[in-house]
């Protein structure tokens, strides 16, 4: 988790728009922000620092999803990221993997249907290596592998709900795991994108007022 990482050298494309659930006229309406990120490179195989040295494989990005943004590897060990990638696995900032108010659990069902986190949801905690609030492997968390084409696709119907560093609420959709995203079935112009994995392409919707209404 503290092992330091260069500078990345990398490009956020993002939209944000703007929501809030309607209620009725004596209810102060809380906007809930929805964004979408694109390829974030989390252990990337072709990515170079400022310096043109190549990054080490084995590296966790950091991400902030309050502030969608990036965090320095050099705070890796504080509250100012949500979580952080490398190569397929997602780590939240709690448990083992950090100090703040992290968790998360895997919901299945459609992202726009999540308007309301569950109330008997349970949260998880990072116990590296034995587990880990986002489970690890093929067909346990957000993704499946397909071994005869080495292939990583976002599994349909599947939500990261996240409890952020500071205990606030969030939700996201894993798109792609490739740069600039992958169509299926996998055509000749998609070859070249499959060499640019390990970029993840995701939506988010943050709840800043603390509660676990999207």
């Given at each position: 988790?503290?092992?330091s990482i260069q500078n990345l050298a990398m490009c956020l494309i993002c939209s944000v728009s703007m929501w809030a659930c309607t209620k009725s006229s004596t209810t102060t309406v809380m906007p809930v922000t929805a964004v979408r990120v694109n390829d974030i490179p989390a252990d990337t195989v072709v990515r170079l620092s400022p310096q043109g040295a190549p990054i080490t494989n084995g590296k966790y990005t950091f991400y902030?999803?309050?502030?969608?943004?990036?965090?320095?590897?050099?705070?890796?060990?504080?509250?100012?990221?949500?979580?952080?990638?490398?190569?397929?696995?997602?780590?939240?900032?709690?448990?083992?993997?950090?100090?703040?108010?992290?968790?998360?659990?895997?919901?299945?069902?459609?992202?726009?249907?999540?308007?309301?986190?569950?109330?008997?949801?349970?949260?998880?905690?990072?116990?590296?290596?034995?587990?880990?609030?986002?489970?690890?492997?093929?067909?346990?968390?957000?993704?499946?592998?397909?071994?005869?084409?080495?292939?990583?696709?976002?599994?349909?119907?599947?939500?990261?709900?996240?409890?952020?560093?500071?205990?606030?609420?969030?939700?996201?959709?894993?798109?792609?795991?490739?740069?600039?995203?992958?169509?299926?079935?996998?055509?000749?112009?998609?070859?070249?994108?499959?060499?640019?994995?390990?970029?993840?392409?995701?939506?988010?919707?943050?709840?800043?007022?603390?509660?676990?209404?999207?």
């Amino acid at each position: 988790m503290k092992k330091s990482i260069q500078n990345l050298a990398m490009c956020l494309i993002c939209s944000v728009s703007m929501w809030a659930c309607t209620k009725s006229s004596t209810t102060t309406v809380m906007p809930v922000t929805a964004v979408r990120v694109n390829d974030i490179p989390a252990d990337t195989v072709v990515r170079l620092s400022p310096q043109g040295a190549p990054i080490t494989n084995g590296k966790y990005t950091f991400y902030s999803i309050e502030k969608n943004a990036i965090v320095p590897n050099t705070d890796s060990a504080t509250t100012k990221w949500d979580i952080a990638f490398m190569s397929t696995r997602i780590i939240t900032n709690s448990g083992t993997s950090g100090i703040g108010q992290g968790g998360a659990f895997v919901y299945v069902g459609l992202f726009d249907a999540l308007t309301t986190i569950p109330a008997d949801s349970v949260f998880r905690t990072d116990n590296a290596p034995a587990s880990f609030a986002i489970p690890m492997g093929s067909g346990k968390g957000w993704y499946n592998y397909d071994g005869l084409t080495n292939l990583v696709t976002p599994l349909a119907g599947r939500v990261l709900v996240i409890r952020t560093a500071s205990g606030k609420y969030a939700k996201i959709e894993i798109i792609s795991y490739y740069k600039g995203g992958v169509t299926l079935p996998v055509t000749a112009s998609d070859m070249d994108k499959l060499t640019k994995q390990r970029y993840y392409t995701f939506r988010v919707a943050y709840q800043p007022n603390g509660t676990k209404k999207f």
